[in-house]
């Protein structure tokens, strides 16, 4: 441990459970199933096939578990643990959940709960990451931990202790973006912003790199999460927010190259919430409010080429909260606006030529949750807990093939479902599901 490790709160864990959740582990740790917020390639797609179509309340629904806070996080996955965050008694909570049988395994105290500026928000929204071995988990508060598979704390900092208090108009949306050697966050908002990594396994800080843009008020604040990306052949990290796509290397956390022009009248609001997606050399990039986005080659940018690296771009199409998903040569849109709430457009990643569009059934409530695709399928989840399935998805004009409810269904769910074998995990505002194929 190292000068920044807190004395972790930790419930009691009986010496079966201690022993079920190592046989999950090996000692170089297992490889992750869904590691972070998106999954692997961070494009939001599943591996495997099998996944269930129809499910609700009452059928499918292998296991269901309450949960004992409040929280928007997405699961992570480690084997067959899941990995989740959420706010109870006042404190900042990772907790290590059995997938097979729907139990926790442990749940550990990481600092103070400051959350709950808006009705969506609260402060652990932002999902951990896990290599397999340790799992990190970043918070509202400023709070940063890696805790090993046993749930005990390895170390702990806090960003807003080190770095200034944040200036942030409402709840922290930002993951944590792990790289080889460090765990990496990026805080754009209101006046000083920067990328941050810290060695994974010390907590040590590696790199610290001012990201500074001339994006005004609330334009300045992103709740958008850094992609891994490689230009040149090499690792980089790519940022979009206040304004601006930034490019740095991994190793060092060097601005390569920045792209402004996404706010050209200066709107004040602008605020980022839906992350990019990338795929090869393209990274896409859903901007202003969900009315725009703009696809940029990186490698081009990274030669200087400025404006002239735009791919392609629209003003006819966007995602303001959803992230959206990318496989193959598509991209998937899940519209959130009052003009397009609802309709799910399926985009050329080349060109950003439509392919298809499908409108989902009108509804009061919004989309929040970011879209998951399957072998075949998208599965698109409505605030009301309400998830909705697509497909098939190699058909010329695919067809709304379920609509599925569950008894959870009170605003709002924001967490994205997430893969577990052949079969999903769905975090409503009190609940986590496990829904799988027809039971017996």
Known sequence: MNRFTRKPTVYPISTAALLMLASFFNLQGEEPSWP????EAQRGVASGSGFPIEWSESSNVLWKLKLPGT???TPV???KIAFLTFGADGNNNLAAIDTAEGKFIWKVSLGTDRGNKHRKGGGSNPSAVSDGQFVFAYFRSGDLACVNRDGQVIWQTNLQDRYGEDTLWWDLGTSPLLTENAIVVAVMQSGPSYLVAFDKQTGDELWRTDRITDAPKEAAQSYATPLNVRINGKSGIAVMGADHLTLHWADSGEEIARLGGFNP????FFRSIASPVAKGELIVCPYSRGETITTVNMTQLAAGKGKDAIVWFRDDLGSDVPTPAAKDDKVYVVGDGKMN????SCVDLETGTAIWELQLPKSRHGFSSSPL??????YVTQENATTFVIGPLDAEQPTLLATN????EEP????SPVPVADSLLIRTPQHLYRVSRQLE
Do not use: K, M, P, Y
């Open 36 to 39: 972070q917020w998106r999954g």
């Open 71 to 73: 929280g928007g996080s």
């Open 77 to 79: 996955l480690a084997g």
């Open 265 to 268: 009248r200066g709107e004040e």
């Open 341 to 344: 709430r609802g309709l799910v």
């Open 373 to 378: 695709i399957t072998d075949n399928h998208l």
């Open 405 to 408: 409810s569950v008894a959870d």
């Open 412 to 415: 709002f769910t924001v967490a």
